[in-house]
């Protein structure tokens, strides 16, 4: 059900990537209080992205899942931008978050929707 995309500027090795994308993972869960295990985490290099007209380290994430607490997003909007800080060294305020709640019915696995 949730689904974290992480778009960044910041060049990384394969293995840096799968290990932010395992963290990632393991947060969300947590976060959201939903198993790990239909947790989805992409992790996107993009070679040009700007912000505030600057190149400098940045990232843009997605959050999407079936009931996404409306009153948590303050939170995980912190503890994301945590991560990508320790992770990837890109500072809180070179970080976008865009949260959405998916409605059962628009979101599909295993050949049904939830």
């Known amino acids: 059900m949730p689904l974290l995309r992480i778009q960044t500027n910041q060049p990384m090795e394969p293995a840096a990537r799968e290990a932010l994308a395992s963290r990632a993972s393991a947060l969300v869960a947590e976060m959201l209080g939903k198993p790990e295990s239909y ?5 996107e290099p993009v070679q040009t992205a700007l912000f505030g007209g600057s190149a400098a380290p940045l990232a843009y994430l997605e959050l999407k899942s079936i009931g996404l607490p409306e009153s948590a997003t303050a939170d995980f909007s912190a503890r994301l931008a945590s991560l990508l800080q320790e992770r990837l060294d890109i500072p809180p305020d070179r970080v976008y978050i865009e949260f959405a709640d998916a409605a059962r019915h628009l979101w599909g696995w295993n ?3 939830f």
Do not use: D, N
Not at 39 to 43: A, E, G, I, P, R
């Open 111 to 113: 050949g049904a929707t």
């Open 39 to 43: 947790v989805m985490v992409l992790v």
